[in-house]
């Protein structure tokens, strides 16, 4: 089975400046895909950011990057120019790739911002 | 609008009960999701639906029961539940086979008393 662990469960982050959010994962897979998802007070999980295993670029979106190091099974989320709004959890997870379905998450890390 | 949406947002019922979670989603999806998320522990998936079929369940206990009519439709019933089941529920959707991930509604909160 294929664990996922974020060894952080709080992180504080001052605003405007930069974050980083650990995650490890365990895999005998070599296809596979990792996310990150925040998860506001309203509950609802939003998509970050995602990984294809087999590109070896990390993935970006707008203030989100990734440092995807395949070989280290590591996959840490950073966050530039931290918002009042990035205030969340954050879930890092797994999906196999081919015929899997599930995605199996972490246990989470609450970002905290401050002013 | 989510695209996913759950109702109730929040439900109290007794053990002796019998409730449903509902699960709705627009996105012409074709595959629907039930996960349980605990405090302090990783999101469990409990059912997984693809095309109205089940392809996954996760070993969940018989007092959930999982009801896909149509690709749209999810729902969730509940009968003498534990105190310990008491969770947010969220429901998710996607592609089948799809490397998008899923989109999440904002769950339904429940307690047992």
Redesign the interface.
């Known amino acids: 089975a294929q664990t996922v662990t974020q060894s952080q469960p709080e992180m504080s982050v001052q605003e405007a400046e930069t974050v980083t959010l650990s995650c490890t994962y365990d895999t005998s897979e070599s296809d596979y895909y990792l996310f990150w998802y925040k998860q506001p007070p309203s509950r609802q999980m939003i998509l970050v950011i995602r990984q294809e295993a087999y590109k070896q670029q990390n993935a970006t979106e707008n203030r989100f990057s990734v440092n995807f190091q395949k070989a280290a099974k590591s996959f840490s989320l950073k966050i530039s120019d931290s918002q009042l709004g990035d205030a969340a959890m954050y879930f890092c997870a797994y999906r196999r790739g081919n015929s899997g379905y599930a995605l199996n998450f972490g246990k989470g890390t609450s970002l905290l911002v401050t002013p | 609008e989510?695209g996913v949406t759950q109702t109730p947002r929040h439900l109290v019922m007794g053990m002796t009960n019998k409730k449903s979670l509902k699960c709705e989603q627009h996105l012409g999806h074709n595959?629907m999701?039930w996960y349980k998320q605990s405090a302090?522990?990783?999101?469990e998936?409990m059912f997984?639906y693809?095309l109205e079929e089940r392809?996954?369940n996760n070993s969940v206990p018989s007092r959930f029961s999982p009801e896909c009519p149509n690709s749209s439709h999810l729902f969730l019933h509940l009968h003498t539940l534990q105190p310990e089941d008491s969770a947010?529920y969220?429901c998710?959707s996607s592609q089948?086979?799809d490397?998008?991930?899923?989109?999440?509604?904002?769950?339904t909160?429940l307690t047992v008393v």
């Open positions: 989510t595959a999701y302090k522990k990783p999101l998936l997984v693809s392809v996954e947010l969220l998710a089948a086979r490397s998008y991930g899923y989109t999440f509604g904002s769950g909160r």
